[in-house]
């Protein structure tokens, strides 16, 4: 059975950093894309962050150059360093495995950012 769980995620001061993981289970996640996702309250999700197996990644323009997206050589866990946050940034982040992979999702992560 496939699971992805996210951690890391928190309350921070405006300006402030936070890492998120998300650590994969299941079948082998080595060829799947990965990416974060984000929802704000009485918001629609949106896509934040995506990197494929050979490692390129994409952001979305409201946080590139301020977060950067990973993933360990095992392909397993999936990280999301994020800077300079600000109060725009809070939301529930999701975690998912995209194509070529049957899209999957974790449980979710708060990140609360205060100014």
């Known amino acids: 059975q496939v699971q992805l769980m996210e951690s890391g995620g928190g309350s921070v001061q405006a300006g402030g950093s936070v890492r998120l993981s998300c650590v994969a289970s299941?079948?082998?996640?080595?060829?799947?894309?990965m990416g974060w996702y984000r929802q704000a309250t009485g918001k629609a999700r949106e896509w934040v962050s995506s990197i494929r197996s050979d490692g390129t990644a994409k952001y979305a323009e409201s946080v590139k150059g301020r977060f950067t997206i990973s993933r360990d050589k095992a392909k397993t866990t999936v990280y999301l360093q994020m800077d300079r946050l600000s109060t725009a940034d809070t939301a529930v982040y999701y975690c998912?495995?995209?194509?070529?992979?049957?899209?999957?999702w974790g449980q979710g992560t708060q990140v609360t950012v205060f100014s």
């Open positions: 299941g079948p082998e996640f080595s060829s799947c894309g």
């Open positions: 998912a495995r995209e194509m070529p992979c049957i899209t999957t």
